[in-house]
DNA sequence: GAATCATCTCAAACCGCTTTGGATTTCTCA
DNA sequence: TGAGAAATCCAAAGCGGTTTGAGATGATTC
């Protein structure tokens, strides 16, 4: 079934049928509703081939992940994230077109989209310091919006981001009001603009209290259980061990709690742990109390609001760049108490 | 810069233009290689909005993602699928299309996307035992391959699928051949069919050595970290509690070694785990040695054979439904040892 | 009663590509 | 040399909608 079959089932002519159904107002309210109803019986649907051609538009926002060569993470929190976005989509009649690519083709996918009138719009993941996805969209007038923000570029851009300095540099005096000094950061990896902003955080809150910021107690790397392990095995087994973490996901922190384990010592009790939790549906943190004390935001909710700015981005595109700044909630669970020996 | 400019710079009619881009035999070769390099220079790439017009195919590939109302959570392993597909996608010029819909909607959705022609096939996920999607999609004449199978359908249909029964009874034969003797199964929500599966090896294996499934050691719930942690702790508070436990996740295996730390056992020595191990990326389950011994499938691949199935299946819709079945292997880890007492 | 104005409807162009059905030119070989 | 075959290329008709510009109809105004 198509318009034009529509059309003379109702005696009418495509046009009429056309603007009856988008709701144009050059049309009879009693041969709109004909037309509707008539709709309705024969199961109408507009093809989204069509569409896309007669308006020049396709509908669809991009999501563009980059996997590096073999056996690469894809991103955890990837599938909450999506889960958020893809509800503001749905909801507003666009598609989601998912491209996963080597890394290393990442700028001219983003390219290839654009020429091919593929998508509207495109959401930038994970940005980089200096993310030159930024600039390259701009150039190519590709819409876009940003989770998160790259601290390296100047120009104005679209973004949505959580406050990670201010999450990290209040967990950070959390900690030291529990009398805690040899404080750990298990940083996510540091070319991520939100791992650096984190670090930032927990360094200034310990420069604010005098303390210099040890490097033995920074690490930086992939945010896996195994490597959250190694980095927390490794400090627990110095002279001076760390008696608390700031860990960068609650994932690397079952890899800290499981060398915490190993040591022989007790989590909230010998060494606190504070996480940032992103909230995912599949890795809640407890239930009525926390199992983690937690810098915590949702990045279901986050993907909601990227979206929605997307979408909005793409309807005005003459308006100036949005940004929008999301605080993060600080949650006490049980893996915290006072440092040892303090009470 | 479309065909038709292009055509206009070369002197050429669009025709001869678009077949000499896309290989038919009936131009010259030397206009080709002229066509070729023009399209290189101007950097050209066909509109796909005019191409899946034109052609009547889409090009593209629907997943649909059911989220239940509120908080519902997002398969974990959702993120790997998707990765492994999409890079099957992409190298064969394929678009993945993801659609986040309430999961009441959710055939509705899967007619919509028919009617629309917005997608060629889509890929099943998570089918029940008596799936109405799959006659849904037979009888509405959209291509299809299940991840996973749906044992209470008699139609024939293309799936992939991991031996989960199998994998299950090799797992608990061997924590029998260890001399456990009260095993206990965490299982997935046994309304998904893999879960009945991998339930129907455990109890044969068990009967086959003349043992009596005890309900008491049977849960079925979400593959959560916290719902694990429940029901194994629930289990080891019991008078004669299981000595072993054969856990549906990595991620519910996190939940249950929390229990048995924190009842003050040592897994491993004084509780056995196995836990079926889907290979994410983001949660390798140790390293050389790893730390869960684990019936082990990877997702990712999975994703990519599914994928595969799916366009080979759009792209020769007269052959007969396909069937792929993956062995898992059983990898040991440090997470089982003999029974207590039987050294 | 003619002119003006809304209101409603339609024919046709267009979006950018593919593909059918020739037309034209060049080869091939008796 | 000339007919048939092969090799090239092209004009035009879709694909299924949207949208522009104009026509038809009936109501209103002077």
Redo the contacts between chains.
């Keep these: 079934m198509n318009l034009k079959e529509l059309a003379t089932q109702l005696g009418l002519s495509p046009t009429t049928v056309s603007r009856a159904l988008n709701g144009y107002p050059e049309v009879n309210e009693a041969t709109r509703e004909r037309v509707m109803a008539a709709a309705k019986r024969t199961?109408?649907?507009?093809?989204?081939?069509?569409i896309?051609?007669a308006t020049?538009r396709?509908l669809?926002v991009g999501h563009v992940?980059p996997?590096a060569t073999r056996?690469?993470?894809?991103?955890?929190i990837?599938?909450?994230f999506?889960?958020g976005?893809?509800?503001t989509?749905?909801r507003n009649g666009y598609?989601?077109?998912?491209?996963?690519?080597a890394d290393d083709t990442e700028e001219t996918t983003y390219r290839?989209l654009k020429?091919?009138?593929?998508v509207d719009g495109v959401i930038v993941h994970s940005p980089r310091t200096h993310d030159p996805r930024i600039e390259l969209l701009r150039d190519i007038g590709l819409p876009f919006v940003v989770h998160g923000r790259a601290s390296g570029i100047s120009i104005p851009y679209s973004w949505v981001d959580v406050n990670n300095r201010r999450a990290f540099h209040r967990a950070t005096e959390f900690l030291l009001d529990l009398g805690h000094s040899r404080i750990a950061l298990i940083n996510g990896l540091e070319y991520m603009d939100f791992a650096v902003r984190r670090r930032s955080g927990y360094v200034d809150a310990l420069a604010s209290r005098g303390i210099a910021a040890n490097p033995a107690f920074m690490t930086s790397d992939?945010?896996?259980?195994?490597a959250g392990f190694h980095a927390a095995q490794k400090m627990l087994a110095m002279a001076n061990a760390p008696t608390a973490f700031l860990v960068a996901s609650m994932?690397s922190a079952?890899g800290v709690r499981?060398a915490i384990?190993a040591a022989g010592l007790v989590m909230g009790r010998d060494v606190s742990v504070i996480i940032h939790d992103d909230d995912?549906?599949?890795?809640?943190n407890?239930?009525a109390v926390p199992?983690f004390t937690a810098t915590r935001s949702s990045v279901r909710e986050a993907g909601r609001l990227v979206a929605e700015m997307l979408l909005h981005v793409i309807a005005e595109p003459q308006v100036a760049p949005q940004q929008r700044l999301l605080e993060a909630e600080l949650i006490i669970g049980q893996s915290t108490g006072p440092a040892p020996g303090r009470l």
């Design positions: 199961n109408y649907r507009p093809n989204t081939r069509a896309r051609l020049g396709s669809a992940i996997i056996h690469e993470i894809v991103n955890p990837f599938a909450d999506i889960a976005a893809g509800e989509y749905s598609d989601m077109l998912l491209s996963v690519v290839e020429l091919r009138g593929a992939q945010m896996t259980e195994v994932i079952m499981r384990e995912l549906s599949y890795l809640q407890g239930e199992i």
